[in-house]
């Protein structure tokens, strides 16, 4: 159904890269408790331009959504403890799904909903009413059918344990069983991750214990006498320790007394263990100032714990501050196979949060959007698809981004049709906007190089694609057969866009079934979800071409398959064993 190609590859170096997509992943906790705060349109540029792949923000405010549209980040969205109440009515959830997931849904990559924070820690009612607000949440998404392509979790305070040393004796406050046994229940029937704050900076009492925090050699390591295993840095330390707390808890619920542990694996011999449940660390992070009686948070601390934790998270190669001695995980020294995601908490300094003397110095970020000290997110510089673009960096002078502009679309002879007025990247109308595409052009024409964007030093590399709207920077596909997508764009105007569906199903003659009433891509109810499935099967059928995805500009390539749940756009993959190589073809 795509276009057609033919592609050779090796077969062990196609699951190679196969291999290379998996890993843990590192994130930002995006928070706005501020009044100093640069728009989302510029926060969504920043983290792009620092490769951030991951945003978790803590409500679903519309504008940071339409903000990161067409970006490919990926994102968490949350419900407040003060909405739970609200949440136990079916009726108000499917409606706020209906106006507060579904029109974002497909142009902004929603992947996990958290209900409540830390509803444990709360004042009010919230540890009560949770678990129904969760319940109530899936049966919303199992009505658009996205209960697994959106996953539904609370994140809870490392205060949840009544024990965490050592690891292994993990254990949660017997007074929280009401909310944790069914809090479990819910996560393992709905195959939903298990969401904790951890803080190894809290735990920070001297030297010693810093550098245990740090992630540096320290005569903290430990080998926990119960199961043999060693630790070499507060954060596995504490992540276990919520490991073991629910596998005990677990085998509680299901009176599995005779279950003995495997530590190697991790996993109960009774097979109603839940230890392949996925861990996502919802906040974590350092601080990097404070009044002095937190003469621990310093803005080198909190550089090498966030860099550190990094390149341990994501399996990366050694840091210059982490020792050769310190391992580099894949999971915790428990649970060494296991998936744990992580979000450093914050994007920014919040002048608002209370106790703001500590609570307010924990940015990567302040609020003018410089950075507060370097930190390099995975794929920076080592793209797993090899994908890079070239931009103009803000910080050039007018006269010299002027002049390089000039000469790549004169000497350099890059095609800027696009950045001259009725183009498509016209808009915005601005030098480094136009430079930028301009830039990428040559960048992406001559071979990728450090040379091919210096352009007098105003040009940067950028590892996020920096397309947007119906303005499309060129770049190799993600995809490792080369496969492309053709959705409908989220700035076309709902007349455009209504205009080019009728023609796509009618003159245009394509398949538009699914997308009828009672059809697996009814759902989500919407004119860009409709429009860009039969956008899709359009340029699949007529060559995969620019011009098939054009629809008068209402339509834009991608490289990332747009399938949700039981809605599968088509662009199959046939794999034809020749010679001893593998041929991939589409048709």
Not at 206 to 232: C, E, H, I, M, W
Request: glycine share 6%; charged share 15%.
């Amino acid at each position: 159904m795509c276009s057609r190609l033919k592609l050779v590859f090796a077969v062990s170096v196609l699951l190679q890269l196969l291999d290379l997509s998996r890993g843990n992943n590192v994130g930002v906790a995006y928070g706005t408790d501020a009044d100093n705060l640069p728009s989302p349109d510029k926060v969504a540029q920043l983290v792009r331009n620092h490769n951030i792949q991951y945003i978790r923000i803590y409500d679903t405010n519309p504008q940071v959504l339409n903000a990161f549209k067409n970006t490919g980040i990926e994102f968490t969205v949350g419900v407040h403890n003060s909405d739970l109440p609200a949440f136990q009515s079916q009726s108000y959830v499917d409606s706020w799904l209906t106006n507060s997931i579904l029109p974002f849904y497909q142009a902004t990559k929603i992947t996990h909903i958290t209900v409540g924070n830390e509803v444990t820690e709360s004042s009010d009612n919230a540890a009560n009413l949770v678990v129904a607000a969760m319940r109530n949440v899936v049966s919303a998404l199992k009505k658009s059918n996205l209960q697994d392509s959106i996953k539904v979790s609370t994140p809870l305070s490392f205060g949840v344990l009544s024990n965490s040393f050592p690891p292994s004796a993990g254990a949660f406050k017997s007074s929280l069983a009401y909310v944790l046994n069914p809090l479990l229940e819910f996560l393992d029937e709905n195959r939903s991750p298990f969401m904790v704050n951890l803080y190894p900076y809290s735990a920070v009492k001297d030297d010693s214990s810093l550098k245990f925090a740090l992630f540096l050699p320290s005569d903290q390591v430990f080998v926990d006498q119960n199961t043999g295993l060693r630790y070499d840095n507060m954060f596995d330390a504490q992540l276990d320790a919520v490991h073991f707390a629910i596998s005990n808890q677990f085998r509680k619920t299901r009176n599995i007394l005779d279950a003995q542990l495997d530590v190697n694996r991790f996993s109960l011999t009774d097979q109603s263990s839940i230890s392949d449940m996925k861990t996502i660390v919802t906040e974590t992070g350092y601080p990097k100032g404070g009044s002095p009686e937190h003469g621990f948070a310093t803005i080198d601390n909190a550089r090498i714990y966030n860099t550190n934790l990094i390149r341990h998270v994501t399996s990366g190669s050694p840091t210059t501050s982490m020792p050769a001695g310190v391992h580099l995980m894949s999971g915790t020294p428990a649970k060494p196979n296991g998936e744990v995601d992580v979000y450093i908490f914050s994007l920014f300094d919040e002048n608002l949060k209370q106790r703001s003397d500590i609570e307010g110095h924990w940015g990567i970020f302040y609020p003018d959007m410089t950075p507060a000290y370097n930190l390099e997110f995975p794929g920076k510089g080592t793209d797993p698809s090899g994908r890079s673009w070239c931009i103009a960096s803000s910080q050039a002078s007018k006269p010299a981004l002027q002049n390089a502009l000039d000469w790549a679309c004169g000497p350099g002879k890059t095609d800027c049709s696009a950045i001259q007025p009725d183009g498509q990247c016209f808009v915005p109308d601005n030098l480094v906007s136009h430079a930028s595409f301009a830039f990428n052009n040559y960048y992406q024409k001559h071979g990728l190089t450090d040379e091919a964007c210096s352009f007098g030093g105003t040009g940067i590399k950028v590892y996020s694609d920096p397309s947007y709207g119906n303005c499309i920077y060129n770049v190799k596909s993600s995809d490792p057969t080369g496969r492309t997508w053709c959705v409908a764009s989220s700035q076309a105007s709902p007349t455009n866009l209504q205009t080019a569906l009728d023609w796509a199903c009618g003159p245009g003659k394509a398949d538009c079934s699914s997308i009828q009433p009672n059809q697996q891509c009814f759902q989500p109810d919407t004119l860009l979800s409709h429009a860009s499935f039969a956008f899709n099967n359009y340029y699949q059928k007529n060559g995969a071409t620019d011009v098939s995805c054009s629809f008068h500009g209402n339509a834009i390539k991608v490289d990332k398959d747009p399938s949700y749940g039981n809605c599968i756009y088509h662009c199959k993959i046939k794999i034809t064993p020749a010679s001893g190589t593998t041929v991939i073809h589409t048709d």
